[in-house]
């Protein structure tokens, strides 16, 4: 879907006006507002800065989001799921509260306080999905999107965002990205490898199919 773009910067528009959820920037056109999405905060949109193709998530699309943190990228996916829902898990309580309350503004999000390891303790608290959006900085990244895909429809997009220090510290993210990508070929069907410098240092974004 295309994204509407303010100059460099992409925005969606606002489901809650009058709110903001990280201090984002706003604009208005006319009765609707628009909130800027940093690409220095939310990886999607340094994907999409960084000239992402395969950018799916629809009006109706209903989202499985690991690692959903303060809610920043979830707020803004928000906006653009008006008829669909996001099942925005996160295991720290201290984010759950901030996420939660982006959340009571939000109808479309549902928060589920989970480790995302263990999909079998929240499956049943969601829908199936049609788009997975990982950004959980952990070393299984991997294990943990292989477990959560079984939870998606067939043919669903995947957004996985990649820490190269959180799987090796030691070695060239480069290098860390192509033992990545050999083990995503396994399992899904790999449409782009986008570099998110310079918004996050050493990130790639793959956009996968199941
Ligand atoms: C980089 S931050 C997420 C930022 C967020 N995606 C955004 O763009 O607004 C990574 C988050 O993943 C969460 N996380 C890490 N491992 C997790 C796991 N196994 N299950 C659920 N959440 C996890 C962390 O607590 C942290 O809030």
């Known amino acids: 879907m295309k994204i509407p773009n303010f100059g460099k910067d992409y925005g969606t528009k606002s489901i809650a006006p009058g709110t903001r959820v990280y201090g984002e920037r706003i604009v208005k056109k006319g009765k609707d507002e628009y909130r800027i999405w940093d690409p220095y905060r939310s990886k999607i949109a340094a994907a999409l800065r960084n000239n992402m193709k395969n950018f799916e998530v629809k009006p109706d699309s209903n989202i499985l ?41 939000r109808k479309n999000i549902c928060p589920i306080l989970g480790d995302a390891h263990k999909p079998d303790e929240y499956k049943d608290r969601m829908k199936e999905c049609d788009i997975l959006v990982q ?43 192509k033992i990545v990508r050999a083990e995503l070929e396994k399992d899904f069907t790999i449409y782009e490898q986008i570099n998110l410098d310079p918004y996050e240092k050493d990130h790639a974004m793959f956009v996968l199919r199941t």
């Open 65 to 105: 989001y690991l690692g959903a943190g303060n809610g920043t990228t979830v707020s803004h996916l928000s906006d653009i799921v008006t008829n669909g829902l996001i099942f925005a898990v996160e295991f720290s309580p201290r984010a759950m509260i901030d996420l939660y309350a982006v959340a009571l503004e």
């Open 135 to 177: 950004d959980v900085a952990q070393r299984y990244q991997v294990d943990i999107l292989k477990k959560n895909a079984k939870l998606l429809k067939p043919g669903s997009w995947v957004y996985l965002s990649v820490k190269a220090r959180s799987i090796d510290v030691t070695m060239l993210p480069k290098n860390v990205f």
